[in-house]
């Protein structure tokens, strides 16, 4: 495409290119969307297990996952020492999606790595698939289930992002008359939806902040949703047939808030 700019952002210690046209600032990108379940997990990285699960998930999705050992350290208490632990992991031939499981979550995730976009409700479609197809193979169950999404609008400049600052930040006095060049504001409430009939708490995470290109030429809002079940919880009660109750009860609550936001920047 002809008259793309490119701009580059390091957030969350990832490099995010947004090739767009000079006119669609204000246009929402999805840079992550994230599906997590937790547990006590530990899947032991065996050639048996690889190919059971990358024929398994390929099947399932029609997409092709390929195996990726991620490694982790951990910390040995009282020990202090640092041990190096090798996850099973797999990531698609376009690199799109991420899977990775390890001794006490499970995620699939999707980065925007390419110009490649991908809607909130596919992805969330492909990652019940992913995860369900996990659980039924190594005969999993959870005690959490959890949904992020990391969404950024780019601003036109940074009098826009001082008057979103002021917008939804109320300020000691010393910042009245200042410049708000950089802010940020979270807040998490409490509410109860229903899983496969039966109520469940969650805690609904909203993180709001501005943000600078690497070159610090152009500024920018992020949006971070995160939706959980409660940690307290911790009977392992979450099967696969629990996600797609899950997915279907959050996501309207994810995109209120991002719709909710979105017109907040837009009219600021």
Not at 112 to 120: A, H, L, P, Q, R
Not at 147 to 172: S, V, Y
Not at 178 to 204: F, L, P
Not at 234 to 244: G, I, P, S, W
């Amino acid at each position: 495409m002809k008259n793309l700019q490119s701009v580059l952002y390091f957030i969350n210690e990832i490099y995010y290119n947004i090739r767009k046209r000079k006119e669609d600032i204000a246009v929402p990108v999805a840079l992550n969307y994230q599906l997590s379940i937790f547990g006590e997990y530990s899947i032991i990285p065996s050639p048996e297990i690889v190919t059971i699960l990358m024929n398994a998930l390929n099947q399932s999705t029609n997409e092709v996952f390929l195996p990726n050992i991620v490694n982790t350290q951990q910390i040995e208490v009282p020990s202090n020492k640092i041990s190096l632990i090798s996850n099973l992991g797999f990531v698609t031939q376009d690199q799109r999606y991420s899977v990775v499981i390890q001794n006490n979550r499970i995620d699939v995730s999707f980065n925007k790595m390419s110009d490649y976009e991908v809607e909130m409700d596919e992805f969330y479609d492909l990652a019940e698939r992913v995860i369900g197809t996990i659980i039924e193979k190594l005969k999993l169950t959870a005690n959490r289930l959890a949904a992020n999404i990391l969404m950024l609008t780019e601003c036109q400049d940074l009098n826009k992002i001082n008057t979103l600052g002021r917008l939804f930040l109320n300020g000691a006095k010393y910042y009245e008359n200042k410049m708000m060049c950089e802010w940020s504001t979270k807040c998490n409430a409490q509410s109860s939806i229903r899983i496969s009939d039966r109520e469940e708490k969650i805690n609904t995470i909203t993180d709001l902040r501005s943000t600078t290109s690497t070159t610090g030429e152009e500024v920018a809002v992020l949006y971070h949703v995160d939706i959980n079940t409660l940690q307290q919880n911790t009977r392992m009660r979450f099967v696969a047939d629990d996600l797609k109750s899950f997915i279907s009860e959050i996501l309207p609550i994810v995109k209120d808030i991002i719709i909710d936001l979105e017109g907040k920047v837009s009219n600021a």
